[in-house]
């Protein structure tokens, strides 16, 4: 029945599409039974709140469902990512949920998954392929909108002027490309007269953002008027450094950053970060919600982008309980 369901699948993709916990679970061959749905779940890393609330939906929502998770973790390494998902190829899973590491360098895995005839789902990064014949679909959100409307709050903050530190994500990330690209634009849109005067990349990191910004401090020293970073584990690590230094953060340097975690919104409520542009992280719901379609032969768009919210100091107090 799955080997019939993937080919039904590949017709669909054909003639219909168009149109952001545990350890590794390496299941063996038929590990769900004949009558259970198998998906593998391949994350790229495990080192930070949001990458752990995404893992833990997911987990949750398969569990839910009574469907059979396959999961691995790799550790930040794309080629441990390709053989990841070679090896969930090899174990004949019924689907996979990727969150590629890199933009580039995971086609030989795609490849493998097209040639098993397995549908393969991105989950909050791109990779490179077409959508629909490479892949099902990418589930995510606007990183490009995410970076126009951190540009958009600092701007109207600062009041059009100041110099700017950028602390991007990991390099050659779609996400890190495209929240770049996003606060870029919309600032010499809106406010050319400010200058982003160094630009470094923290990884996506709380210790390598606090590093980083340490160095930038050293280096640019009182020309830093804000720092926008990809993500908020680095702008907690820039607030960190900036503090240690003796500047005050949301005085001396005005930070924001993107993702809306708890400990963000508690820096927000302390006057520290500025704001914050979220980015959830819980896949499992519309993940699942797109096997069940193709389980029953519909079709899905290409691409699914979440909504997100934004939070400053108007509303953080009235959301920080929910967030992860």
């Given at each position: 029945m799955k080997k019939l369901l993937s080919v039904l699948f590949l017709g669909v993709l054909v003639f219909a599409l168009a149109g952001c916990g545990g350890g590794e679970d390496p299941a063996g061959d038929n590990a769900g039974g004949d009558d259970q749905l198998v998906v593998g779940f391949s994350q790229m890393e495990m080192n930070n709140p949001w990458r752990i609330?995404?893992?833990?939906?997911?987990?949750?929502e398969a569990k839910e469902r009574g469907i059979k998770l396959v999961?691995?973790?790799?550790?930040?390494?794309?080629?441990k990512q390709v053989s990841d998902i070679e090896s969930m190829v090899a174990q004949k899973v019924d689907y996979i949920a990727l969150a590629p590491r890199e933009f580039e360098g995971l086609a030989p895995a795609l490849d493998a998954a097209k040639e098993a005839g397995i549908p393969v789902i991105l989950v909050d990064r791109m990779a490179k392929g077409t959508p629909g014949e490479d892949?099902?679909?990418?589930?995510?959100?606007n990183f490009i909108e995410e970076g126009e409307r951190a540009a958009s709050w600092l701007a109207e903050t600062m009041d059009g002027k100041g110099n700017i530190v950028e602390l991007t994500g990991t390099s050659g990330s779609s996400v890190a490309l495209d929240r770049q690209k996003g606060f870029v634009d919309k600032l010499a849109e809106v406010a050319p007269e400010m200058e982003i005067i160094a630009s470094q990349t923290g990884d996506f990191a709380r210790a390598d953002g606090q590093k980083v910004m340490e160095n930038l401090l050293q280096s640019q020293g009182d020309k830093i008027d804000a720092v926008y970073a990809h993500n908020d584990e680095m702008a907690i690590g820039a607030i960190n450094a900036i503090k240690a230094a003796g500047k005050v953060p949301g005085e001396d340097i005005i930070v924001v950053s993107v993702d809306g975690t708890k400990d963000a919104l508690n820096a927000i409520i302390a006057g520290e970060l500025g704001a914050t542009v979220e980015c959830s992280p819980f896949f499992g719901p519309p993940v699942f919600d797109v096997i069940e379609k193709l389980e029953n032969g519909e079709s899905v768009p290409t691409e699914i982008i979440n909504e997100d919210r934004f939070f400053d100091a108007s509303n953080a107090e009235e959301f920080v309980d929910s967030a992860y």
């Amino acid at each position: 029945m799955k080997k019939l369901l993937s080919v039904l699948f590949l017709g669909v993709l054909v003639f219909a599409l168009a149109g952001c916990g545990g350890g590794e679970d390496p299941a063996g061959d038929n590990a769900g039974g004949d009558d259970q749905l198998v998906v593998g779940f391949s994350q790229m890393e495990m080192n930070n709140p949001w990458r752990i609330a995404e893992t833990e939906s997911i987990q949750k929502e398969a569990k839910e469902r009574g469907i059979k998770l396959v999961y691995t973790d790799a550790q930040g390494s794309t080629a441990k990512q390709v053989s990841d998902i070679e090896s969930m190829v090899a174990q004949k899973v019924d689907y996979i949920a990727l969150a590629p590491r890199e933009f580039e360098g995971l086609a030989p895995a795609l490849d493998a998954a097209k040639e098993a005839g397995i549908p393969v789902i991105l989950v909050d990064r791109m990779a490179k392929g077409t959508p629909g014949e490479d892949f099902v679909t990418f589930i995510g959100s606007n990183f490009i909108e995410e970076g126009e409307r951190a540009a958009s709050w600092l701007a109207e903050t600062m009041d059009g002027k100041g110099n700017i530190v950028e602390l991007t994500g990991t390099s050659g990330s779609s996400v890190a490309l495209d929240r770049q690209k996003g606060f870029v634009d919309k600032l010499a849109e809106v406010a050319p007269e400010m200058e982003i005067i160094a630009s470094q990349t923290g990884d996506f990191a709380r210790a390598d953002g606090q590093k980083v910004m340490e160095n930038l401090l050293q280096s640019q020293g009182d020309k830093i008027d804000a720092v926008y970073a990809h993500n908020d584990e680095m702008a907690i690590g820039a607030i960190n450094a900036i503090k240690a230094a003796g500047k005050v953060p949301g005085e001396d340097i005005i930070v924001v950053s993107v993702d809306g975690t708890k400990d963000a919104l508690n820096a927000i409520i302390a006057g520290e970060l500025g704001a914050t542009v979220e980015c959830s992280p819980f896949f499992g719901p519309p993940v699942f919600d797109v096997i069940e379609k193709l389980e029953n032969g519909e079709s899905v768009p290409t691409e699914i982008i979440n909504e997100d919210r934004f939070f400053d100091a108007s509303n953080a107090e009235e959301f920080v309980d929910s967030a992860y």
